[in-house]
């Protein structure tokens, strides 16, 4: 399902939608690091300048507390809650501490823009892409 972007040129999908079809992509890779001062499992975290606000991408299990520790020191929340958004438009679950995500087949490895993902539209597509994760582990022995 798609629909033709405004110049016209390039078909864009309107959402993910369709998690049975979705290609798995693991979210770490091969040179994904581009800043100095690297966070273990926490690619390319950085601090705006000028605020409490930091911005990383996608961790694994363990990089959430690597980033928390750097934040934080070793006990946190130390002046009050930690608030952490995912700003992705694509389901993301976790295999053995490492971030996957679901992908248009079409979309494997380079920038995937999947239109208007309202949050009902990314819950419904998380809890699908779990399901199908699920299913898929089953059907192939583990």
Known sequence: ?????????QLTPLT?????????MADGFDKIQKLPDPVPGCPNFRRVPGFKVYCCGQPTIAGFEAALTKVCGDT??????????????????????????ARPPNKIGEYAELGDVTRDIAKSNEVEFLKQCEMRKNENGG
């Open 1 to 9: 399902m798609g629909s033709l972007s405004p110049d016209q040129r």
């Open 16 to 24: 993910m939608g369709d998690m049975a079809n979705a290609a798995c």
């Open 76 to 101: 946190y929340p130390k002046d009050g809650p930690i608030i952490w958004f995912n700003l992705r438009q694509e389901p993301d679950v976790y295999v053995n501490g490492e971030p996957i995500c």
